[in-house]
């Protein structure tokens, strides 16, 4: 079964700086897929980046990228010029190739950013 | 609808009560899913619909849960004679069709504390 690991708890970061949140997850597959969710505090679950592993550019979305390593199964989230919106759970997640195969989360990384 | 949708918001039931949440998906998604958030966690899955048809429900923890999508569009949650470890953030959420990249769109779920 894939498993995806979050070993950071909770992180912290000044605003406008630059932080970087990471993941690793176990699977036998070669084609997948990774997410980035943010959870605000009582809000909805947004996505906020995603990467299909058969490609190798990482994905950007405005201030927030990802380094996917493959071969080291790594997908770490940077967040460039943070924001007090930011603030927020932060999972990754992955889903397989396959259609029917549901998304599986890590723990969480609770993101606070300092004013 | 602009959203995923989930009623009730806040569940308090005592133990052995049976309880039903509530889903309304973004019209017209085929793909629905249901996860279950303990405190501190990230999202575990319990099932996943296609239309109507309950393709998957390995992640229901006992048989005291239920869920049914009946014309393909709202979907139930039931448990039945609810204990303490139930106690959860229910989350709903739904996609046009659970393939690729395609991303899943969350409700703001139903906390349930069963005392």
């Known amino acids: 079964a894939q498993t995806v690991t979050q070993s950071q708890p909770e992180m912290s970061v000044q605003e406008a700086e630059t932080v970087t949140l990471s993941c690793t997850y176990d699977?036998?597959?070669?084609?997948?897929?990774l997410f980035w969710y943010k959870q605000p505090p009582s809000r909805q679950m947004i996505l906020v980046i995603r990467q299909e592993a058969y490609k190798q550019q990482n994905a950007t979305e405005n201030r927030f990228s990802v380094n996917f390593q493959k071969a080291a199964k790594s997908f770490s989230l940077k967040i460039s010029d943070s924001q007090l919106g930011d603030a927020a759970m932060y999972f990754c997640a992955y889903r397989g190739y396959s259609g029917n195969t549901p998304l599986v989360f890590g723990k969480g990384t609770r993101l606070s950013v300092i004013a | 609808g602009a959203g995923v949708s989930q009623s009730p918001r806040y569940k308090v039931a005592k133990r052995g009560q049976d309880v039903a949440l509530r889903c309304d998906p973004i019209?017209?998604?085929?793909?629905l899913f249901w996860y279950q958030q303990a405190l501190g966690q990230g999202p575990e899955f319990l099932t996943y619909f296609q239309n109507e048809a309950q393709l998957d429900k390995s992640g229901l923890p006992s048989d005291r849960f239920f869920a049914e999508r009946p014309e393909g569009s709202v979907s139930t949650l039931k448990i039945q004679r609810t204990q303490q470890e139930d106690s959860a953030v229910y989350l709903c959420?739904?996609?046009?069709?659970?393939?690729?990249?395609?991303?899943?769109?969350f409700g703001p779920g139903t906390r349930l504390l069963v005392l």
């Open positions: 019209s017209g998604h085929v793909s």
């Open positions: 959420a739904s996609s046009l069709l659970w393939q690729g990249k395609e991303t899943q769109y």
């Open positions: 699977t036998s597959e070669s084609d997948y897929y």
